[in-house]
Every structure is written in C-alpha cells, then in structure tokens.
C-alpha cells in the first residue's frame, strides 16, 4: 500500500506515526521544527487521512505498510516515532523487522492489550447524517450530544472533509475502524527482546503508560528509557516545548 505523506527538512531520516482518528496534519508543526536537522517524514497510516482505505485493518499490516514505505522511498536506517496507534505500529515494526530501524520513540502506549474504550467516540461519529449535516458547525453540534469533551470533538472534526459543494465525509475509514477496534486494542505480537535505543514518553495524568507497565516494558526493549511529562495521552499536543526537548536528547545521544 502506498501511504500518503509529506516529507520535511534534511539529514538523518525519521519517520512520525499518527495514533488512531489523527492523520499527519497532527504533527506537521513539530515536523518543521525537527526538520531543522532530520528528513522527517509524517505518514498517514492506512484507513486515515489520505491514504488508501483497505478491509484489513492490524497492526502486522500496519507494520508490513511501513517496511514498504520504507523501501520504496529508499530510507537507509530510520529513527521511527509513534503516538499511540503509531507507537503500537511502531514497536510491532520493532519487532517484525528490527533491523530496519536506528532508534525507537514510543509517545503514551504501552506493548499491552487494552480494553476497547473509544465506543461513544465511534458511534456518535457514525450517528452523524452526512446527508444532511453539510456544515463543520452542525457537525459539531450534532457531535456534542454523544461527545461532551471540546478538544476531542475539534480533533475528530479535522478528519472532515468536502467531497463535493456542502458534502461532507470523514476521511478515515469508520466502519472497519468500528469492526476491527478491539483488534487495535491488542498488545503486540512476535515479542522479542529489541536492543537498540528505544525512549518511551508517557503522560503523568494519562492511564495509557502506569508504573506497573515500566517493568514489561524494559523487559521487552531492554534499552530504553521512560521519561514523564505533566500531561494527558497527546503528551506532544499538550507539552510541545517539553516533548520536543526530550525528542532533541535522545536523538542527539550518541
């Protein structure tokens, strides 16, 4: 599958995983910033943003999309960075294919099976009449009745998008998304030990990454390291300064 993506700066190649109902756009303004010293490259992952829509729908998938990404665009040893849904994507690809990759960056998700909690987030998605909803405000209305949270409506709404004059669709693939969630949930598979430098970055008021995980974790990416910001889930949304001074740390160490 060829993913949609936009590439950023020069240098040492690092490629970005959006997590689950994002799409690249999410970290277009922290590419820019690494693209001062790196060839970032932002990826939609399959079923989201521009890329294509597909039945199947995991994360060996997922993993298989960015080792062919990755040769199709000859990219010699990337540096690899995923936020949750990506940070799975990214530790799966970790494991399936180890040596393809430099170092790993794994933003609030843990190698662990969760269980599925983004249902009201689906169906008041699918609840949406884009037959008759044809504006980003009735859409968020609309949305509002199922979702009571602000930012999360603003960042599923981005997902929107005219498919003609006052026709709306979301650009994520919502009823695979729907079937297969519970599989998206699942912890990762083909475990093995993975040696090389891996940075974990978890949110200190998100439940994704616990003190309990840091054990698994380091058993699993035995050289790793697990830093702590004062956030929620979207640790590079909400602490972007601090995000990216970490990022800046462990890209640099030699």
């Given at each position: ?159 929107l998008y005219w498919i ?53 974790i380091k058993r699993i ?7 702590t910001l004062d956030s ?23």
């Open positions: 599958m060829q993913l949609n993506f936009k590439k950023v700066g020069e240098g040492e190649p690092l490629i970005i995983l959006h997590g689950l109902f994002g799409s690249l756009d999410n970290w277009m303004s922290l590419a820019k910033k690494l693209g001062e010293n790196f060839e970032v490259y932002i990826v939609d992952a399959r079923n989201h943003g521009q890329s294509p829509h597909s039945e199947e729908f995991n994360y060996d998938v997922m993993a298989d999309d960015l080792y062919e990404f990755i040769l199709f665009h000859n990219i010699i040893d990337p540096i690899v960075l995923g936020h949750s849904m990506g940070g799975k994507t990214a530790m799966q690809f970790a494991m399936n294919y180890p040596n393809k990759l430099t170092k790993l960056i794994v933003a609030d998700i843990a190698p662990k099976s969760y269980p599925v909690h983004h249902t009201a987030i689906i169906d008041g998605m699918l609840a949406l009449n884009l037959e008759i909803v044809n504006t980003r405000k009735a859409a968020d209305q609309e949305l509002s009745k199922h979702l009571n949270d602000v930012s999360t409506r603003q960042f599923l709404l981005k997902n003609e004059k006052e026709k709306l669709a979301w650009r994520f693939n919502l009823p695979v998304i729907k079937r297969d969630i519970e599989i998206i949930g699942k912890g990762l598979e083909n475990i093995q030990a993975f040696e090389k430098p891996t940075l974990f970055i978890r949110g200190e008021k998100s439940n994704y990454i616990t003190l309990n995980d840091f054990e698994s990416f035995t050289n790793t390291q697990i830093q929620g889930h979207w640790v590079h949304a909400e602490k972007p300064t601090e995000f990216f001074n970490l990022l800046s740390t462990f890209l640099t160490e030699e």
